[in-house]
């Protein structure tokens, strides 16, 4: 018995979506989206050091803000809780507890301070 093998044409590998960073004109592949666990967050180190807090909330948004808590410059904001007020999603920051809107960056409870947001997209 003679066996023929054919070549058949399959469809492109989907590849899974990924965490895209807009960096200096230019979108930076940080991780995948299967990473990110709704209302917990991922840091991640960027090609200068610093570090971008990375989370998804329970609505589905992925939002990224710099990791370094203001008041007290240690990187933890990847690890403080998420909530939200008047709809709008902020984490809370786990050593002062100062709450940082994701879309902003500015702190709820003190308007003089700030963190870094960075425009986020899925890919």
């Not at 979108?27 to 050091?49: F, I, M, S, Y």
């Amino acid at each position: 018995m003679t066996m023929t093998m054919t070549a058949t044409a399959t469809a492109p590998a989907r590849t899974a979506p990924v965490i895209q960073l807009g960096l200096e004109n230019t979108w930076l592949t940080v991780c995948g989206l299967d990473r990110l666990t709704p209302g917990r967050g991922v840091a991640a180190l960027l090609p200068d050091g610093r570090q971008a807090a990375l989370f998804l909330d329970r609505a589905g948004r992925v939002h990224a803000v710099d990791n370094t808590d203001p008041f007290t410059g240690a990187a933890v904001l990847s690890r403080g809780l998420l909530g939200s007020v008047s709809g709008r999603p902020f984490v809370a920051s786990p050593l002062l507890k100062q709450r940082f809107d994701l879309e902003t960056g500015g702190c709820l409870d003190d308007e003089t301070a700030a963190v870094p947001v960075y425009a986020v997209r899925v890919a």
